[in-house]
């Protein structure tokens, strides 16, 4: 069963505009780190942000911002300011349920264009 | 170049061949993953090091694959008699030690496998 739903495959945003990807997840681990991470056409992956279950204040890494809810379960990604190379694939990960500490179960991912 | 390198980038088999892969980690890191990434998928989890001991395998990877970290710095996948299933992206990742996993990976680029 997939424990990690992206359920936007595609969007687009206009550049200077603000977009939001949505994630939820299943875990049982008490206490883990949620991700995001981009990959751009052609490269490799590489991470864009990261939140620690256990605190409260959602993470920020300069236009990238996400809005965690443990209690929904949900990881959403908030892209400011957007600019033509955050034109990727962004994939959320997180732990699945009842797996070893190191595994992480990625999202099918949203393709995000941005449009000069 | 420090980062994470794969080994061959692209690689064209027949089906029933075996092919292998070589994954060379961040030098200062202990934790070696692999994942396969089909189209239109996230990566998927197949196992994970730790120096050179393999303490995770996910169910996905059968039989025909095996992988090794000899000396706990570079990794293979081998995969034998290799079927058009097999055909996807294999990613390889890297991780420093820490207290608390899973933290940040590092991702190589990848080996593109096509099995005909």
Known sequence: AQTV???QPEMS???AETVTLSCTYDTSENNYYLFWYKQPPSRQMILVI?????????ATENRFSVNFQKAAKSFSLKISDSQLGDTAMYFCASPPPGAGSYQLTFGKGTKLSVIP | DTGVSQDPRHKITKRGQN????????????????????LGQGPEFLTYFQNEAQLEKSRLLSD????????GSFSTLE??????????MYLCASSPPSGRAPGELFFGEGSRLTVL
């Open chain 2, 79 to 88: 995969i034998q008699r290799t079927e058009q299933g097999d055909s996807a």
């Open chain 2, 19 to 38: 092919v292998t892969f070589r994954c060379d980690p961040i030098s200062e890191h202990n934790r070696l993953y692999w994942y396969r990434q089909t």
């Open chain 1, 13 to 15: 945003v206009q550049e």
């Open chain 1, 50 to 58: 990261r939140q620690e279950a256990y605190k409260q204040q959602n």
């Open chain 1, 5 to 7: 739903t992206q359920s």
């Open chain 2, 64 to 71: 025909r694959f095996s992988a090794e970290r000899p000396k």
